[in-house]
């Protein structure tokens, strides 16, 4: 992506970054997944976002129910955050994301990782027919988390 190019929802997930680097900073890591993503809802309220925490997403196969499965967090209703508290992130969490996007129509997801001294993080896209999904890493320049 050019410099001057912006990425769908980026206002929007700029601030819940700084709201889960706000959660890293205050409590460290060690905790389960829940406890972030109890915090985070704090941290995102605080910002006067809207959002939910573990929302039912159903999974479809030709056009029928097959299974469902929970979100950690939807935010303004844009932006589908995924929550992890592992020593690193896999393709496996990257593809859980993914397909959380593909069933939810939701355009933009933040696979958050609180189980390292930095927050670690992937902003992804829901996979389009006619793209792929593309995936980002940069932190923004005005995001910082502490050491």
């Not at 912006?6 to 929007?12: A, F, G, I, T, W």
């Not at 039912?56 to 932006?79: A, L, S, T």
């Not at 896209?125 to 593309?134: A, G, N």
Request: hydrophobic share 40%; proline share 3%.
């Amino acid at each position: 992506m050019e410099k001057g190019d912006s990425m769908l929802h980026q206002d929007l997930t700029e601030k819940i970054l700084e709201a889960c680097f706000e959660v890293s900073n205050e409590l460290g890591v060690g905790f389960l997944e829940s406890v972030y993503e109890k915090a985070l809802m704090i941290a995102l309220r605080d910002m006067r976002l809207s959002c939910q925490r573990q929302v039912p997403m159903n999974v479809h196969f030709r056009g029928e129910p097959v299974g469902q499965f929970f979100g950690d967090v939807v935010v303004e209703e844009k932006v589908l955050v995924e929550l992890k508290a592992v020593k690193e992130l896999i393709n496996e969490h990257q593809a859980q994301t993914i397909n959380a996007l593909n069933a939810t129509g939701i355009d933009v997801g933040l696979l958050v990782n609180f189980g390292r001294p930095r927050v670690e993080y992937k902003r992804l896209y829901r996979r389009r027919q006619d793209s792929t999904v593309r995936e980002t890493t940069d932190k923004p320049s005005d995001m910082k988390a502490s050491e």
